[in-house]
């Protein structure tokens, strides 16, 4: 069986608090970046997209920051909720392919 | 639209046996695509379709492992025979061709290997 595992970083955040997960990318090529959300036992899932001529862009209740110069990504989610619990993964493409990051796990708790 | 079928949900099987991974993309969609998702190496590309052409099967881990896909509205994944390496949770995902990072997942197939 598999005695060494990917270790998903996990971010601990109280109900209500904001949540910051980050991501690193490393093809410079890359002009797209989504942000998917996975729950357990189910498939990921689309949440927010930027494109590389943005820096920022806005959702309901979450927030994508885009740093070119340093390949960093950002999520961020406001008001913090039970529901937000789940892995979640930054991927790219600058192509046609889409390709995922390690993930995130947040645990939100009371 | 019921979103992207897989089937089976779960499926065990013993080593050296044939199995096969069945998806349904949503209803117009033209790219497809295969994933592995397994503790040790996260969510693996390893093939994908447009207009059901394989394009990029450089993540296909082994020839034991094939896809096909005969129409727009059905894949399969084959692993023949199989390991039990090859157990992990295997998504199919579609999207239209100009919008692959919205990308809509389906359940997923858990596959054990003994």
């Known amino acids: 069986g598999e005695s060494v595992g990917l270790h998903l970083p996990t971010l601990s955040v109280q109900e209500g608090d904001n949540s910051i997960i980050n991501c690193a990318y490393s093809n410079s090529a890359s002009d797209y970046f989504i942000w998917y959300k996975q729950e357990s036992g189910k498939g990921p899932q689309f949440i927010i997209d930027i494109r590389s001529n943005m820096d920022k862009r806005q959702g309901q209740r979450v927030t994508v920051l885009l740093n070119k110069t340093v390949k960093h990504l950002s999520l961020q989610i406001a008001a913090t909720q039970p529901g937000d619990s789940a892995v979640y993964f930054c991927a790219e493409t600058g192509t046609d392919k889409l390709i995922f990051g390690t993930g995130t796990r947040l645990q939100v708790f009371p | 639209d019921a979103g992207v079928i897989q089937s089976p949900r779960h499926e065990v099987t013993e080593m050296g046996q044939e199995v096969t991974l069945r998806c349904k993309p949503i209803?117009?969609?033209?790219?497809l695509f295969w994933y592995r998702q397994t503790m040790m190496r996260g969510l693996e590309l390893l093939i994908y379709?447009?207009?059901?052409?394989?394009?990029?099967d450089s993540g296909m881990p082994e020839d034991r492992f094939s896809a096909k896909m005969p129409n727009a509205s059905f894949s399969t994944l084959k692993i023949q025979p199989s390991e039990p390496r090859d157990s992990a949770v295997y998504f199919c995902?579609?999207?239209?061709?100009?919008?692959?990072?919205?990308?809509?997942f389906g359940q997923g197939t858990r596959l054990t290997v003994v």
């Open positions: 209803s117009g969609h033209n790219s």
């Open positions: 379709f447009n207009n059901n052409v394989p394009i990029d």
């Open positions: 995902a579609s999207s239209l061709a100009w919008a692959v990072g919205v990308a809509f």
